[in-house]
T-cell receptor, first 114, second 115 residues
């Protein structure tokens, strides 16, 4: 069975500082990994994905994520946080060989202070 | 280009009432799915469909029915609403066959309250 863990309910950073939102996963086959962002009263928006290849994936709004197979992690990062990055972030995983359904973590609230 | 459209945006039901949450997409996506979002629980998959005429259960299917008669539409039915079904419901779709790696496109959600 697939599962995703986001160990932090909330991450607080100051504007201009680097940010990291953590994600670990469990899947039987090769993982398809995704990050989504949700702003208040809106649906989720796709940020980036890892399917295969380079372990560092770049996505929208200056975000990137690093895939680490040995640690089964896919942490979201940004070199310099903006106040407008404040939102709810979700990590999600699918089994690339056998799973059609995308399983989400519980989400991490990112708060960027000015 | 409307993307994924969900109606209604808000709904209040009494326990035992039935209703259908509508979801339509205009991107010719084969895969469609329904999630519910609850505080501290993240998004949990209710039902999904890999194409017209094909549906399957997700993590939390009890109390919900779905059908997929066309590629565009994927309605979610609550036959007898319960307070435990108070939640925000999201419909999402993606292109490609069942095992494709394309990302999900989400609607803006339906906020349902059952009293």
């Amino acid at each position: 069975a697939q599962s995703v863990a986001q160990p932090e309910d909330q991450v607080n950073v100051a504007e201009g500082n680097p940010l990291t939102v953590k994600c670990t996963y469990s899947v039987s086959g090769n993982p398809y990994l995704f990050w989504y962002v949700q702003y208040p009263n809106r649906g989720l928006q796709f940020l980036l994905k890892y399917i295969t290849g380079d372990n560092l994936v770049k996505g929208s709004y200056g975000f990137e994520a690093e895939f680490n197979k040995s640690q089964t992690s896919f942490h979201l990062k940004k070199p310099s946080a903006l106040v407008s990055d404040s939102a709810l972030y979700f990590c999600a995983v699918r089994d690339g060989q056998a799973g059609t359904a995308l399983i989400f973590g519980k989400g991490t609230t990112l708060s960027v202070s000015s | 280009n409307a993307g994924v459209t969900q109606t209604p945006k808000f709904q209040v039901l009494k326990t035992g009432q039935s209703m259908t949450l509508q979801c339509a997409q205009d991107m010719n996506h084969e895969y469609m799915s329904w999630y519910r979002q609850d505080p501290g629980m993240g998004l949990r998959l209710i039902h999904y469909s890999v194409g017209a005429g094909i549906t399957d259960q997700g993590e939390v299917p009890n109390g919900y029915n779905v059908s997929r008669s066309t590629t565009e539409d994927f309605p979610l039915r609550l036959l007898s609403a319960a307070p435990s079904q108070t939640s925000v419901y999201f419909c999402a779709s993606r292109t490609g066959p069942a095992l494709a790696n394309s990302p999900l496109h989400f609607g803006n959600g339906t906020r349902l309250t059952v009293t």
